[in-house]
């Protein structure tokens, strides 16, 4: 199993623009989560799905969008880059109420 | 007001040297508590769960612990390779899907 994969890696985008990030996880679990970590702040929950077809927001869901058309993927959307998105994003995923974690995307903003 | 308060927030050690970790939380009700280290550029790496007070658990050089208030990361003589930022996050009781709350990490260098 590769766990909780996420593309890309690093991207900078120019404001105003759009993108998606993607996750995929090959364990078959239900619940999958975004979270977005700034420096010297703790992560903080932007969107969550419990099952394909099924997501809601977490506590910092403006600027985002996300959906879940199967199990494995959950892809989150920025429509419109501002700087204050500039993060790092992390996916998650649940099994046995411990989550775990893809190696996140380093996302800057200018 | 923060739900998760982690302290101290960085923490330098020599090699050997044993200290802890603080994390208190203020939460109706604790579904769970979780310990994670991240090291730089990578997502956090799963250590942890505690689940009611009195509770502990242990891996290698680490022992976690949990008070109705608050857990405490044990580490106990650490090696360079322990030298990570260490995160504690909460999950709150109710049943939902809800997603974890986090605290701020505490940064803890040992040096050799």
């Known amino acids: 199993n590769a766990g909780v994969t996420q593309t890309p890696k690093f991207r900078i985008l120019k404001i105003g623009q759009s993108m998606t990030l993607q996750c995929t996880q090959d364990?078959?679990?239900?619940?999958m989560y975004w979270y977005r970590q700034d420096p010297g702040m703790g992560l903080k929950l932007i969107y969550y799905?419990?099952?394909?077809?099924?997501?809601d927001k977490g506590e910092v869901p403006n600027g985002y969008n996300v959906s879940r058309s199967t199990t494995e993927d959950f892809p989150l959307r920025l429509e419109l880059a501002a700087p204050s998105q500039t993060s790092v994003y992390f996916c998650?995923?649940?099994?046995?109420?411990?989550?775990?974690f893809g190696p996140g995307t380093r996302l800057l903003v200018l | 007001e923060d739900q998760v308060t982690q302290s101290p927030e960085a923490l330098r050690l020599q090699e050997g040297e044993s200290s802890s970790l603080n994390c208190s939380y203020t939460v109706s009700g604790l579904r769970g508590l979780f310990w994670y280290r991240q090291d730089p550029g990578k997502g956090p790496e799963f250590l942890f769960t505690?689940?009611?007070a009195g509770e502990e658990k242990e891996k290698e050089r680490l022992k976690a612990t949990l008070t109705k208030k608050e857990s405490f990361l044990h580490i106990t003589a650490p090696k360079p390779e322990d030298s990570a930022t260490y995160l504690c996050a909460v999950q709150e009781s109710g049943g939902g899907a809800d997603g974890l709350t986090f605290g701020k990490g505490t940064h803890l260098i040992i040096q050799p």
């Open positions: 799905s419990v099952g394909a077809g099924i997501t």
């Open positions: 998650a995923s649940t099994s046995q109420e411990t989550q775990y």
């Open positions: 505690l689940y009611s």
């Open positions: 364990m078959n679990h239900n619940y």
